[in-house]
């Protein structure tokens, strides 16, 4: 079955770290880029970050320097590295890769909150 599963959510407090995954299956992972979304209450989905299939990384400024994007391609698993989180950081997660079609994950809440 083709899809992409994020865990790694959660609360946590201004200043604090999570890591998100993003496990993929039924296709090669290794093929593809993969890319990080984030939506918040009212707000319109933005992109956070990508990882191309050769390692090349972007990130959206208001994250730069905070978020890491990485993948194991032995693992079929991307990740997202937040620190210094901040409470405008709080929203749905979502993992994303172009594949054949379009995959996203089911999301992964993450609350930056004191």
């Known amino acids: 079955q083709v899809q992409l599963v994020e865990s790694g959510g959660g609360l946590v407090q201004p200043g604090g770290s999570l890591r998100l995954s993003c496990v993929a299956s039924?296709?090669?992972?290794?093929?593809?880029?993969c890319k990080w979304y984030r939506q918040a209450p009212g707000k319109e989905r933005e992109l956070v970050a990508a990882?191309?299939?050769?390692?090349?990384?972007n990130y959206a400024d208001s994250v730069k320097g905070r978020f890491t994007i990485s993948r194991d391609n032995a693992k079929n698993t991307g990740y997202l590295q937040m620190d210094s989180l901040k409470p405008e950081d709080t929203a749905v997660y979502y993992c994303?890769?172009?594949?054949?079609?379009?995959?996203w994950g089911q999301g992964t809440q993450v609350t930056v909150s004191s």
């Open positions: 994303n890769m172009v594949v054949w079609s379009t995959l």
């Open positions: 039924g296709f090669i992972f290794s093929n593809y880029g």
């Open positions: 990882i191309s299939s050769r390692g090349n990384t």
